[in-house]
């Protein structure tokens, strides 16, 4: 049976695929039909690759540091939404609010996971 | 059975290590040269070649990590005091990850600005009238200084090992035995 840890590193893998999807389309021109922030789209991709590259395999691999880069990701997504309710909250889209709403609980799946796995190796 | 750690690199960790000094370099003086050009046509071909520069960096610094988990390296060099041996490793990840993003952000700059079919597929359109319009340039623009702090703080950490503390650091990053 494939491991708590291991399910988080699948979720990462796939919030990672999809923010450089997201990222990369809006990059290239695609228009979602709402108006986004210049930057959002490269915070997207770059923050993706780097969430396949980082974070999704050191669940796979089950690495001591798993935890810690997962709560350094999800710290790093905290903070760009709190910017965006503080500094962009006029400009900003519903639905990249939503879009980093939905990013963030994602993560706080991922940090359950891997307390989950945490506590029943100890 | 213990293993003991090797004295010197892999001599793939050497290739990759010193591939990847030739690259950064490469790329630093191209881009460095074509900041000062007009975006026209004459700017295609350089940055071309910068672009296919980054996108090998990118594979390359990918591949270095890659081998440095799997192939058995030495134990950290150490400076005798624990503050400097934990700054030590932790520009070693930062010189991973910076070298990563700088080519992360210029391909992201490439996607914003349309750069491909321009660059590489001659469709005629013209280049960008200033690449400081794109958010990504300005990210590659951040990462590249700070790249360069870090390769600045490395290679002085590594000649102060050569000739201060006399360990012979550099020997490790070389082939032989």
Same mark, same amino acid.
């Given at each position: 049976?494939?491991?708590?840890?291991?399910? #988080?590193?699948?979720?990462?893998?796939?919030?990672?695929?999809?923010?450089?999807?997201?990222?990369?389309? #809006?990059?290239?021109? $695609?228009?979602?039909?709402?108006? !986004?922030?210049? &930057?959002?789209?490269?915070?997207?991709?770059?923050? %993706? +690759?780097?969430?396949?590259?980082?974070?999704?395999?050191?669940? &796979?691999?089950?690495?001591?540091?798993? %935890?810690?880069?997962?709560?350094?990701?999800?710290?790093? *997504?905290?903070?760009?939404?709190?910017?965006?309710?503080?500094?962009?909250?006029?400009? !900003?889209?519903?639905?990249?609010?939503?879009?980093?709403?939905?990013?963030?609980?994602? $993560?706080?799946?991922?940090? /359950?996971?891997?307390?989950?796995? +945490?506590?029943?190796?100890? | 059975?213990?293993?003991?750690?090797?004295?010197k690199y892999h001599p793939i960790q050497v290739t990759l290590h010193w591939l990847v000094v030739l690259l950064?370099?490469?790329?630093?003086?191209?881009? @460095?040269?074509?900041? %000062?050009?007009?975006?026209?046509?004459? @700017?295609? /071909?350089?940055?071309?070649?910068?672009?296919?520069?980054?996108?090998?960096?990118? !594979? !390359?610094?990918?591949?270095?990590?890659?081998?440095?988990? @799997?192939?058995?390296?030495?134990?950290?060099?150490?400076?005798?005091?624990?503050?400097?041996? $934990?700054?030590? @490793?932790?520009?070693?990840?930062?010189?991973?990850l910076l070298v990563f993003l700088t080519a992360v952000s210029g391909m992201s700059l490439s996607m914003q600005?349309?750069?491909?079919?321009?660059?590489?597929?001659?469709?005629?359109?013209?280049?960008?009238?200033?690449?400081?319009?794109?958010?990504?340039?300005?990210?590659?623009?951040?990462? +590249?200084?700070?790249?360069?702090?870090?390769?600045?703080? *490395?290679? %002085?950490?590594?000649?102060?090992?050569?000739?201060?503390?006399?360990?012979?650091?550099?020997?490790?990053? $070389?082939?032989?035995?």
């Amino acid at each position: 049976m494939i491991s708590k840890m291991k399910t #988080a590193g699948v979720l990462a893998l796939v919030v990672g695929v999809l923010s450089i999807f997201a990222g990369g389309m #809006a990059m290239r021109g $695609w228009n979602p039909g709402y108006s !986004v922030l210049d &930057w959002l789209p490269v915070y997207n991709f770059v923050m %993706g +690759v780097l969430t396949v590259f980082i974070p999704t395999i050191l669940l &796979w691999r089950e690495s001591r540091h798993a %935890g810690a880069s997962a709560l350094i990701f999800f710290g790093v *997504h905290a903070g760009a939404t709190v910017l965006l309710l503080l500094a962009f909250r006029d400009v !900003v889209a519903t639905q990249s609010m939503l879009a980093m709403t939905s990013r963030l609980a994602v $993560w706080l799946v991922i940090l /359950a996971l891997i307390r989950a796995s +945490v506590q029943k190796t100890k | 059975m213990t293993k003991t750690s090797p004295k010197k690199y892999h001599p793939i960790q050497v290739t990759l290590h010193w591939l990847v000094v030739l690259l950064v370099v490469a790329a630093f003086v191209m881009g @460095k040269s074509m900041s %000062g050009l007009p975006n026209d046509a004459n @700017k295609l /071909a350089p940055l071309a070649l910068h672009m296919s520069v980054g996108v090998f960096t990118l !594979v !390359v610094i990918v591949t270095r990590f890659i081998t440095r988990m @799997k192939l058995p390296k030495p134990e950290h060099a150490s400076a005798g005091n624990a503050f400097f041996d $934990w700054i030590g @490793k932790a520009v070693h990840y930062a010189l991973y990850l910076l070298v990563f993003l700088t080519a992360v952000s210029g391909m992201s700059l490439s996607m914003q600005a349309g750069l491909v079919p321009i660059v590489f597929g001659g469709s005629g359109s013209p280049l960008p009238a200033d690449f400081f319009d794109f958010t990504a340039r300005m990210l590659h623009g951040f990462i +590249v200084p700070a790249l360069l702090l870090l390769v600045l703080l *490395h290679v %002085g950490a590594a000649l102060y090992h050569q000739f201060m503390l006399k360990d012979n650091l550099l020997s490790r990053m $070389w082939y032989g035995r």
